[in-house]
């Protein structure tokens, strides 16, 4: 079974080459009970190493099974190794914290053979029955006598069904009665299952009960004691017994392996759950502001683009200009009713076309007073056009109101419920600036716009009654209460001071499109110049929100690029965080990768073992970083009054931005573990 041949091997230490072994020959057949004797330093371990394949000789040959061992590549020795070979170490190497049962299936994770995880678990009660542990299945080894531990070993070694049990100094850290027992389960092992049992010791007890000694001197063979009683034992039967042959199960191994590690990760995490959870924290700070950031945005974007579309996307205004003119053609003009007429009919890019009148009102009811925010003349197409067509209640004025300078009023929510707290407002008179006007509607509540400003602290009236009758049309900043404009308009003397008379403030325009502004903008110019004949440079002022909106939503847009880098840092810093913890973790868990590998896991379970530990670490992060952003971010809405959109996107990016975080920031120290040399690692202290 197996044949080593000049077999040598020369440790490196510094500058120094130290042959340990120099030369071994040894042919050991199927079925043999071996014990290797020698002293301390004399290399015997590293003889069981090579011959567990664990590590390669500098020299020489090895046949195991026919197969040669050093041909083979990392993971083929690994999947060798697991199903041929079962160790058992001096200090039992039992992963702490976990059950017997759990310590025996270890082996399995790492082979697919075709049996189903019922099968296995079956098996290694069995085994651990076979062991005397029959009852202690759910014991963690803290709770195992040394002798215990030893026996769940075995029973873990055996769980592969290996032909080949290897032991270094398995009694070594036992009392001589335990150590007693232990040989007992070898002997059974060998004589009942027939597996070929490899005993290296220092004792001459334990080698006494061997079949054959070989004593190892200084790296050589010096000598080889076959004991008469092997020769009379035949090979049992279950020696060849088959092994696998279903292919059945093995998804279902697959899957149960995948389950696992996830399993493992989640164990090893649970070990130590203050260090998680602050490593976590890390993660979770990170998506957290993602989430609120991107929700916080979206929501910031959509609140302007309701604010632009309730305000009129489509919406452009007409101001006289208020420069001074120096050219003949550029003197101040002013904005006529007339104009208003012209530009509905003459423009076809425009759809609305309304006047306004503004005015600084004092509002009287009995003994309340209101100075409503907003106050305005002009004609109902504005009202319709600002999405105001709907009323609460009444209705509004009509063209003939208009004509007539009617004394009637609209007002909004806020002005109602101050001048009229326990009253129906329509029907009632009110005195603005003296005048007596009838409330005839209340428009629908609008709420603040993006800026704060209450939209129904409003009244809105015939622009007629406004210019005429209340104020005589003058702006709150450009009031002037000359003579002429306290007359009623019959007697108006001068042309100028009728020009001056007739006059509006502004003209309200809605193009027939968002996209027809420019379009609108530049009719109106030129018809506009024409009627009053002058330059189209600066004589009036058409503005339109578009520009607004443009320049609102780009300091949007800056400040939630500016939050994202935040966020991408403190992400960065979680990264950071999960590797420093995860580097750790390889440290601390050396012993435990040698076992693993020992027990047959290559180079890429270790590899996915630790970055499925990283991810888990890093989506568990991200579920909950995402339900803190979320909640942070709706909590921050309704304190500053800012709209939240939940959008799928958020939490989607999230969980995809922590995974890859785990995978990078987690794939250093996995490799590092994978890089580990299970030798090493297992002696790692
Ligand atoms: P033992 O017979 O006690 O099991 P070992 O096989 O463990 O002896 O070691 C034999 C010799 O090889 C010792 O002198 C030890 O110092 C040396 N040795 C073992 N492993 C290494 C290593 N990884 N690097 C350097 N020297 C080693
Ligand atoms: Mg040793």
Known sequence: ???????????????????????????????????????????????????????????GTFRLDGTDITTLSEA??????????????????????????????????????????????????QLLETVGLGGRLDHTPNQLSGGEKQRVAIARSLINRPKLLLADEPTGNLDSKTEQEILQVFRKLNQDHGITIIVVTHDAEVAHEADRV?????????????????????????????????????????????????GVAAAAMRRNALRTMLTMLGVIIGVASVVSVMELS????????????????????????RGSSSSRRMREVQLLPDDVTAVAMNCSAVKVAAPLVYSEIQLVRGNLRWRPKFCMGTS????????????????????????????????????????FPDEYPIGQEVRANGVSLRVIGVLAPKGGDIIGNDQDDILIGPWTTFKYRIDGGSAPQQRRTTFSDRLPPMQLVSHSAAHR?????????????????????????????????????????????????????????????????????????????????????????????????????????????????????????????????????????????????????????????????????????????????????????
């Open 298 to 321: 979206s929501g910031a974007t959509v609140a302007i683009k309701d604010t632009v579309s309730s305000m009129g996307a489509s919406m452009l205004t007409i101001n006289p200009s």
């Open 214 to 262: 070989i004593h190892v001197k200084d790296g050589l063979i010096a000598g080889d004691v076959v004991k008469p009683r092997s020769a009379e034992r035949a090979p049992s039967p279950a020696a060849s017994r088959p092994r696998e042959s279903v292919a059945r199960g093995n998804r279902q191994a697959a899957l149960a392996s995948a389950f696992n590690a996830v």
């Open 380 to 419: 109902s197409e504005y009202l319709a056009a600002r999405n105001w067509g709907d009323l609460d209640m009444g209705r509004s004025f009509t063209h003939q109101q208009i004509l007539d300078s009617a004394k009637v009023c609209v007002i909004g929510k806020t002005v109602a419920d101050q001048l």
């Open 76 to 125: 083929e020795l690994a999947t060798f190794r697991s199903r041929q070979i079962g160790f058992v170490f001096q200090n039992f190497n039992l992963l702490p914290r976990t059950s017997a049962l759990d310590n025996v299936l270890l082996p399995t994770l790492y082979v697919n053979d075709g049996r189903s995880q019922r099968e296995r678990v079956e098996y290694a009660e």
């Open 1 to 59: 079974m197996i044949e080593l041949h000049d077999i040598r091997k020369t440790y490196r230490v510094g500058d120094l080459d130290l042959p340990v072994l120099k030369g071994v020959s040894l042919d050991i057949a199927d079925g043999e009970y071996v014990a290797i004797m020698g002293s301390s330093g004399s290399g015997k371990s590293t003889l069981m190493n090579l011959l567990g394949s664990l590590d390669y000789p500098t020299a």
């Open 501 to 685: 008379d007739k006059s509006i403030h502004q003209i309200y325009i809605q193009a027939q499109s968002p996209e027809q502004v420019a379009e609108a903008r530049e009719q109106i110019t030129s018809l506009l110049c024409r009627r009053h004949d002058v330059d189209p440079a600066g004589a009036f002022q058409i503005n339109d929100i578009t520009e607004v909106t443009k320049v609102v939503g780009q300091v949007v847009g800056g400040l939630s690029a500016l939050g994202m880098v935040i966020a991408a840092v403190s992400l960065v810093v979680g990264g950071v965080g999960i590797m420093n913890i995860m580097l750790v973790s390889v440290t601390e868990r050396t012993r435990e990768i040698g076992l693993r590998m020992a027990v047959g896991a290559n180079r890429r379970a270790i590899l996915r073992q630790f970055l499925i530990e990283a991810t888990v670490l890093c989506l568990i992060g991200g579920v909950v970083g995402i339900v803190a952003g979320h909640l942070w971010s709706m909590w921050v809405g309704t304190v500053v009054g800012w709209p939240t959109v939940m959008s799928i996107w958020a939490p989607l990016t999230a969980i995809g931005v922590a995974a890859t975080v785990g995978v990078i920031f987690g794939y250093y120290p996995a490799r590092a573990a994978s890089r580990l040399n299970p030798i090493d690692a297992l002696r790692y202290e």
